[in-house]
C-alpha cells in the first residue's frame, strides 16, 4: 500500500513516534478546550510554522492540505450565512489546525513505528483477557487504510489531470472505491493466510 511518510528527513523526524503521537493527542485535545478565536488563530500560526518547518517533507501532502483548507472555506462559510462569525472562526481554525497536526505525524512517522506505539499502548489489557495484538493490528490497518485512501485519491486525481487537464472530483469514486475494495481483499487474502483463519 502507499504511504504519505516522507524521506526527507526533518527535525519532527528525529522524535520517538510516541512522543510524536502523545504530542499530537494533547496539542489535539487543546484545540477542543480552546473557545476564544484569537486563541485559535495563535493555533493556527503555531500550525502554519509547524508546517513551514518541514520543508519539502509535506510535499507529498500539499493537495491534500489544500483540500481540507478548502473544505475549513467552506464550513466558515456555512456558520457566516447562519449569522455567526464567532462559530465559523473557530470552526474552521480547528479542522485546519487538527488536520496540519496529523499531517505533521504521518510525514515524519513511519507506520510501523506507530504500530509498535500502539502495541506498547494497548500491552497492559492482556491482564484483563484481551487479545492486545489484535486490537493493535485492526488500529493499524485503519490508520493505513486511510492512509492509502489519500494516496490513491492522489495518484487517480494526477492521472485524470493528465488526460483532461482538469481535477476528477466525484468522477473519481467510483474507481477509488473499485481500488480501495480489490485492497481490503487482498490485504484479508494475506492476513487469513498468514493468521490460519
Do not use: N
Amino acid at each position: 500500500m502507499g504511504s504519505l511518510y516522507s524521506e526527507h528527513l526533518t527535525w519532527l523526524h528525529r522524535w520517538p513516534a510516541g512522543a510524536k503521537l502523545a504530542a499530537m493527542a494533547l496539542l489535539g485535545s487543546g484545540l477542543f478546550l480552546l473557545s476564544a478565536p484569537w486563541a485559535l488563530a495563535l493555533a493556527g500560526l503555531a500550525c502554519a510554522l509547524l508546517w513551514r518547518s518541514l520543508g519539502p517533507a509535506t510535499r507529498a501532502v500539499r493537495r491534500l492540505m489544500l483540500s481540507v483548507l478548502v473544505a475549513a472555506i467552506l464550513v466558515a462559510g456555512f456558520h457566516l450565512w447562519l449569522g455567526r462569525p464567532d462559530v465559523a472562526a473557530v470552526s474552521a481554525l480547528r479542522l485546519a489546525c487538527a488536520s496540519s497536526l496529523g499531517m505533521a505525524l504521518t510525514v515524519s512517522t513511519r507506520p510501523t513505528d506507530l504500530l509498535l506505539v500502539l502495541d506498547a499502548l494497548l500491552a497492559p489489557l492482556a491482564r484483563l483477557g484481551l487479545r492486545p495484538e489484535r486490537l493493535s493490528l485492526q488500529l493499524a490497518l485503519m490508520l493505513r487504510f486511510t492512509e492509502h485512501f489519500f494516496v490513491q485519491w492522489q495518484k487517480l486525481d494526477e492521472a485524470h489531470r493528465l488526460r483532461t487537464g482538469r481535477p476528477g472530483g466525484l468522477r473519481l469514486v467510483a474507481p477509488l472505491t473499485v481500488q480501495m475494495l480489490q485492497t481490503a481483499q487482498r490485504v484479508a487474502d494475506a492476513l487469513y493466510a498468514r493468521l490460519g483463519g
